[in-house]
C-alpha cells in the first residue's frame, strides 16, 4: 500500500505571494491533518479535516487555509506569504478521527521556502 | 494545556551504548502518548506507543513505558547502533478528541562508531 505522498517537495516563493501543497492519504484513510514544523517553533498542528469538513483548526492566521476533497485528498493554502512562513509541512492521513488508537502516518513533507 | 517536555539534546553516544530520551507531559484529559523518529531528509514515522497506564510501547529495540504517576514517557534502548542517529519526537494525543498531536521540541541523537 503506498504511503502518504506530498506534492512538490521542495517550494521556493517571494513574499507575497500565495502557495498551495497538495497531500493524498493512504488508500482508505479518510483523515488528513497538517503541521509545520520550524527550527524555532519546532512541529505546530495547522488543521485536521475528515470528510470533507475541517475539524480541528491550530493557532495560525487566517492566511492559512486549507481543503479537502471527495477522494480524501487534501490542499492547503497560504496567502500573502511571508518570511517566517519558511517551513516543512507536513502531512498526515489516519483512518478516522475521534479515536487514538488510529495512528497517524506521515508524508515526506514539502519544504517551503520563502525569500 | 497540553504540552510535551523533552530532555534537551543534542545527544552524542557511542555505538552499543544505553540510550534513554527524557519526555514528560501535562495533559486536560486522558492522552495516549507516542514517540516518533524522524530521519534527515523525511518526515515523521512512528517509533513506539502506549495508550494507557503502565502499558509499554517497544519497537525495533527501543521501549517506553507510559506513567501516568510521574506523567512520564521515557524512550530507553539498550544498545544504540549509527542507524538510530536522527531526531526523536515524544507526543501525546488525547484520546477523547481530534487527530492533533502535540509534539515535544524534539531530541537529535547522534551515534558514533
Known amino acids: 500500500k503506498a504511503g502518504v505522498t506530498q506534492t512538490p517537495r521542495y517550494l521556493i516563493k517571494t513574499r507575497g505571494q500565495q502557495v498551495t501543497l497538495s497531500c493524498s492519504p493512504i488508500s482508505g484513510h479518510r483523515s488528513v491533518s497538517w503541521y509545520q514544523q520550524t527550527p524555532g517553533q519546532g512541529l505546530q498542528f495547522l488543521f485536521e479535516y475528515f470528510s470533507e469538513t475541517q475539524r480541528n483548526k491550530g493557532n495560525f492566521p487566517g492566511r492559512f487555509s486549507g481543503r479537502q476533497f471527495s477522494n480524501s485528498r487534501s490542499e492547503m493554502n497560504v496567502s500573502t506569504l511571508e518570511l517566517g512562513d519558511s517551513a516543512l509541512y507536513l502531512c498526515?492521513?489516519?483512518?478516522?478521527?475521534?479515536?487514538?488508537?488510529?495512528?497517524?502516518?506521515f508524508g515526506p513533507g514539502t519544504r517551503l521556502t520563502v525569500t | 494545556g497540553n504540552s510535551v517536555t523533552q530532555m534537551e539534546g543534542p545527544v552524542t553516544l557511542s555505538e552499543e551504548a544505553f540510550l534513554t530520551i527524557n519526555c514528560t507531559y501535562t495533559a486536560t484529559g486522558y492522552p495516549s502518548l507516542f514517540w516518533y523518529v524522524q530521519y534527515p531528509g523525511e518526515g515523521l514515522q512512528l517509533l513506539l506507543k502506549?495508550?494507557?497506564?503502565?502499558d509499554k510501547g517497544s519497537n525495533k529495540g527501543f521501549e517506553a513505558t507510559y506513567r501516568k504517576e510521574t506523567t512520564s514517557f521515557h524512550l530507553e534502548k539498550g544498545s544504540v547502533q549509527v542507524s538510530d542517529s536522527a531526531v526523536y519526537f515524544c507526543a501525546l494525543r488525547l484520546i477523547q478528541g481530534a487527530q492533533k498531536l502535540v509534539f515535544g521540541q524534539g531530541t537529535r541523537l547522534t551515534i558514533n562508531p
Open positions: 502506549a495508550t494507557k497506564a503502565d
Open positions: 498526515a492521513s489516519s483512518l478516522a478521527w475521534r479515536d487514538s488508537s488510529y495512528e497517524q502516518y
